[in-house]
């Protein structure tokens, strides 16, 4: 009858081994934090179209530009209007 039992016993403590031995650790999800960081600080690309009609020259943009500081340069690097 002690067998018996010494045998359940052993055989059930086999068996919880198996089953601590299965437990995984969680991973670290440092490094996805850090990408989206990242991808906040990344400048917008913004688009103008340039055309020539009739010796002016016309700036359009596709976005609205407000509170932006507009200087327009010569070659030489002089302001113009």
């Known amino acids: 009858m002690k067998a018996k039992l010494l045998l359940m016993l052993f055989l059930v403590s086999l ?6 031995l299965e437990h995984h650790q969680k991973k670290p999800h440092a490094v996805c934090k850090v990408y989206e960081k990242v991808a906040t600080r990344i400048p917008f690309i913004f688009s103008i179209q340039a055309e020539d ?6 700036l359009t943009s596709q976005f609205s530009l407000n509170d ?3 200087t327009m340069l010569d070659k030489d690097g002089n302001e113009k209007v």
Not at 15 to 20: D, K, P, Y
């Open 15 to 20: 068996s919880l081994g198996v089953f601590a």
């Open 53 to 58: 009609i009739n010796d002016c020259l016309y």
């Open 68 to 70: 932006a500081d507009i």
